[in-house]
């Protein structure tokens, strides 16, 4: 055994290996309030574990060598093995449950911990893989698929997010189409305003600090208090016919909106006049030479140049909003919110997953293909 | 084809070009030598506009440019400079097309002129036209700068220290190929340059700038053996008469004397030659059809009217 040659990936197999062997996976309810018993890996799953923990010892191997496609092998086996773990804990689930309706199986910090090690050595390992990158997202594809397939077949059944999940399933429909709607629609609505106005400040020098500043200072109110200062002004817009008909009031959708669009200015903004101060003033002078009207120069030059860029600031404003709108629950806007407050309020931890894990899902969705975006963009570039 | 007269541009009371006047005939090759901050680069870019000239008229093409729309003067004068400013987003191909495409030419036309263009500045078709900017030398991408700026035909070219950028060996070489290239093409070029040796070599006459005014315009060999001033008897001390022999084809000066050694190649310049007769240390060398003297190459010098492309 040489020098460690991959030290994050040692780290995290280790962490995920102990986190198996010291913590609890899994906590087994009679329902959804009880308190529950707390089971480790070995307890719940039982001797199928050895298969598990030989995965993590295998990657813990794999961190001490240095191979070319050594990237590639790490991926699948942290695929498999979180396909797998769950598809176990799916398994054993049905088992325990046996069938009854409220008895139910919830994770545990253990899960939590092997989760998100997966995902690290997956993120990382799928950055290694370069020309094998499509080898990569068949991957990606095949656990979404497994996923799918464990849950059409009724596998998940026993976890508790997925009784919450049964039980409150138009809700939930209605709520991830409401969340969606308000994290793309705002992060839409704040594009169309924040381009210009990172442009304006790109284009008189001068306006920079009349923008950007109350920008940043937009991003430092508290949500909440975001709400609280705009229900007097949507409230009086809502008197308004057409506004009415639409159903903007001083509470619901709208005020959720409009404070999503409001923090999504900063990072697109900023983004925009970094991405316009950043393109070489050569070209533009080449271009310029060239006989190119100033119209031109922006749509052919300029803003492909600055696009990257302003991509990722659309990026950051877009993970942030899908969070962020988690906040709409609080003011009767919806979303997936509603579902985290109302655990709060009936202290229902798994309830609270229901909204949660679609969030987190969706977020890293995102980031992933506007990453790749970004990427492909700049690939000619460099 | 291009006239200047009495041409001035003061930045906030400071005078960058003063009261100038220049004719340059068509298909005549000028450079604008002098030191940096003579104004050499601001009379270049009143030409096309890029700078608003405080008083006196310029002419391109016996038309006032204030009766010129400046995209349309622009599109009409190819321009090449130091940062060559290649966009990066774009393919060599598209680069090469950008006033072609400005003009609204037709996709084939565009298309053929695209890669004869690649062809006239020594660079294959097959492999350029899909390459990205990052993916050329310093010496790959100036020659597209100059497939560029020569892709819709213009009749004038100008030129702001184009080959300031690349290593020594490359600019030579660049400064061929170029030479090469106006033979063939005749267009009307203004080259910008604090390079001695550039200009002697390239130039058909040279402009010599201080301070914003033009102190003399006369033919390389004029300007070194006839200097107007001490300043510019100064510029070209030392290396002067030497690049001066760039110039001349060794071939037009061929005695149809026997000499014995190496040949000395075909396309070789007088400079070449008495480096040469210099390394050999002999006062007559060979060359296919006679022998070059020590005696003609200082004999072409002095004269100073030998010059023939």
């Known amino acids: ?382 | 084809m291009i006239k200047l007269s009495n041409v001035s541009k003061s930045y906030d009371g400071h005078e960058a070009v003063k009261n100038i006047s220049l004719h340059v005939k068509k298909g005549e090759f000028i450079i604008l030598l002098g030191p940096s901050g003579c104004g050499k680069s601001t009379t270049l870019r009143l030409i096309n506009k890029m700078i608003e000239r405080s008083s006196g008229e310029i002419f391109v093409q016996d038309e006032n440019i204030d009766s010129i729309k400046e995209e349309t003067l622009r599109k009409n004068i190819g321009y090449v400079i130091q940062s060559i400013g290649l966009f990066p987003h774009m393919t060599v191909a598209m680069n090469i097309a950008t006033v072609p495409l400005l003009k609204k030419w037709d996709k084939k036309r565009i298309e053929e002129r695209t890669k004869e263009m690649l062809g006239l500045v020594g660079l294959s078709p097959e492999m350029y036209l899909k390459k990205y900017p990052h993916e050329l030398s310093g010496g790959e991408a100036q020659r597209i700068g100059v497939a560029r700026a020569l892709a819709s035909e213009p009749d004038i070219l100008l030129m702001d220290e184009p080959f300031g950028a690349v290593d020594p060996i490359n600019r030579v070489r660049l400064q061929k190929e170029f030479k090469e290239i106006q033979k063939k093409l005749h267009k009307t070029v203004i080259f910008v340059t604090h390079d001695v040796e550039e200009a002697l070599f390239l130039g058909d006459r040279i402009c010599i700038m201080r301070e914003g005014e033009i102190i003399q315009v006369d033919t390389p060999s004029e300007i070194v053996l006839n200097p107007k001033d001490e300043f510019i008897r100064d510029f070209f001390r030392g290396e002067g008469a030497l690049s001066l022999l760039g110039r001349y084809n060794a071939k037009d000066f061929i005695e149809e004397i026997p000499a014995t050694g190496e040949l000395l190649a075909e396309n070789a310049t007088l400079k070449e030659a008495l480096s040469e007769i210099i390394l050999r240390q002999s006062e007559r060398i060979p060359m296919k059809g006679g022998s070059i003297s020590l005696e003609a190459i200082m004999e072409a010098t002095w004269r100073g009217d030998h010059e023939k492309d």
């Open chain 1, 1 to 382: 055994m040489g020098r460690i040659k991959d030290k994050p990936l040692l780290l995290f197999s280790l962490v995920g290996l102990l986190s198996n062997f010291l913590l609890p996976l899994v906590e087994v309810k009679q329902n959804r309030i009880s308190n529950g018993i707390r089971m480790s890996a070995f307890e719940f799953i039982g001797l199928s574990e050895l298969i598990i923990t030989i995965f993590w010892i295998i990657l813990i191997f794999l961190s001490f060598y240095h191979h070319g496609k050594k990237s590639l092998f790490v991926f699948y086996i942290g695929a498999i093995s979180m396909v797998f773990q769950i598809l176990l804990i799916g398994i054993r689930g049905n088992e325990v449950v046996s069938g009854s309706l409220s008895m139910r199986v919830t994770f545990a910090a253990s899960f939590y911990i092997s989760m998100l090690m997966l995902y690290l050595i997956l993120a990382e390992s799928f950055d290694a893989l370069k020309s094998r990158k499509p080898m990569g997202i068949l991957g990606i594809a095949l656990i979404a698929l497994s996923l799918f397939f464990g849950f059409r077949t009724g596998l998940f059944s026993s976890f508790s997010i997925f009784k919450e999940f049964e039980v409150k399933k138009d809700q939930f429909f209605i709520s991830l189409w409401t969340h969606s709607f308000l994290s793309f629609g705002s992060v839409l609505a704040g594009t169309l305003i924040a381009i210009p106005l990172g442009y304006l400040s790109y284009m008189r020098k001068k306006l920079e600090n009349a923008v950007m500043v109350p920008l940043s200072i937009l991003e430092t109110i508290p949500s909440l208090s975001l709400f609280a200062i705009l229900l007097v002004p949507l409230a009086n817009l809502g008197k308004l016919s057409f506004f009415k008909s639409i159903g903007v009031s001083g509470i619901g959708w709208a005020p959720a909106f409009v404070a999503l669009t409001l923090y999504t200015l900063l990072p697109i903004g900023r983004n925009t006049l970094v991405g316009f101060s950043s393109v070489d003033k050569n070209i533009i002078e080449a271009a310029k030479g060239m006989g190119m009207n100033k119209k031109e120069i922006l749509f052919k030059i300029e803003f492909p140049l600055a696009f990257p860029l302003i991509l990722t600031g659309i990026r950051i404003a877009l993970v942030q909003t899908i969070g962020g709108a988690v906040l709409a629950g609080l003011v009767g806007g919806g979303g997936l919110g509603s579902f985290v407050f109302l655990g709060l309020a009936e202290a229902s931890p798994d309830l609270i997953l229901l909204g949660v894990i679609p969030i987190v899902a969706i977020t890293l969705l995102m980031d992933g293909l506007l990453k790749a975006a970004y990427k492909m963009l700049r690939r000619n570039v460099e």
